[in-house]
């Protein structure tokens, strides 16, 4: 009995340490007991403007220039949060995307003017255009008349060769509320 | 030994010692300073296919019927909507992003740039832990090889002469740079 016992500690004991292994910690150390749920986040965003929280979910993209930040989905469909690092504190590998992330950080809260949002869409289009110039290859669908739908076109801005519209200032209709989540920590497994 | 002898042993082994790390950090140095006209670490590539459009209305239902008509034989690490028009599947190297109503899909692969990524982690400290001492006494290194490398001649060659003006020159560049950013950048 004792025997069997001991072995199977031995054995939770490995489980654990492989486990642990394959854990990727990122920055410093998350200290929060309690989990938030995205979706309260979204739900009461003045709440918890300037809250310290702890939030876990699939990661949903990464930054793909310098992985200062990764959109962690939330427990709602069609949302995601971002949670964003200060840039060469943590990078997050592009391989994460699809892995589950537990972060901590702070909730911010702002509102993006007019002005703000076609400055950030333009700033977004220069990257992209960099972006297919070095190193990214857009291969056009084979077949004619190759259409993405009006949601796909809103993800991937549109970098679908032909289907391919330039930013139009127009489309901006007023301020627009910006949640992301502040922060120096993060688990990925 | 006297201390002139000392100094050059000291910038000769040193700068034998730094001679790796100081291919790392310049390499990546270049690569990571233009990050803004490409991505350093990764080969990100975009490709397209199509499928049938998704008929499913359930989430599961459409996350297997997804599966069914890529044909990929490979189980997802997760999937996510970002919005009703939209699935996108998650595997260890790929990304599809479905579009439901039409069946378009656009499929996104990163790759590591061989030597280059790993000379970007290291450059950025990626590690932490080691490499942050590794990389402390890097600077270090550099710091001493900066110094003794202003001894290692005597006369007209050295730093009372043709040394004094290029050592001058070089501490000029910076703040005479950062004077020009203040007033005028």
Known sequence: MRRIAVSASALLLCVSVVSAAAVKKYGKPLTLKEMTKVSDIYAKPDAFNGKRVKVQGPVVD???????WIAIGSDKEFQSIRFKVEEGVIVFPMDSKGLTA?????????????????????????????????????????EKGAGMGAGMHAEMGGEMGKDKKPFDPKSIKGPKTVIMIKGEAAEIF | MNWRHLNTVLHRDIGYLAVGLSIVYGVSGL??????????????????????????????????????????GEKPRNAFRPNPATLQLFFKERTFSVDLPTGNVIIEAAHPRPVLFEMNQMHLNTPKRIWTVVADVY??????????????????????GRG???????VLLPVAYWVWYLYFG
Not at chain 2, 155 to 160: D, M, N, R, S, V
């Open chain 2, 164 to 170: 004094a003006w290029l050592t001058t020159t070089g």
């Open chain 1, 62 to 68: 990464v930054c793909s220039m310098q992985g200062c």
């Open chain 2, 139 to 160: 600077a270090i290194a550099l710091i001493v090889l900066a110094i003794t490398g202003m001894f290692v001649l005597k006369g007209k060659l050295g730093i009372t």
């Open chain 1, 102 to 142: 537990t972060v901590e950080g702070v909730v911010s809260v702002t509102v993006m003017s007019v002005a703000d949002q076609i400055a950030a869409a333009q700033e977004m289009e220069k990257e992209k255009e960099a972006g297919k110039t070095a190193g990214k290859t857009v291969e056009k669908g084979k």
């Open chain 2, 31 to 72: 690569a990571v300073n233009h990050k803004a006209d490409w991505n350093p670490s990764y080969r990100v590539q975009k490709t397209t296919r199509r499928i049938d459009p998704i008929a499913a209305t359930e989430r599961a239902e459409i996350i297997q019927e997804a599966l069914a008509k890529l044909a990929v």
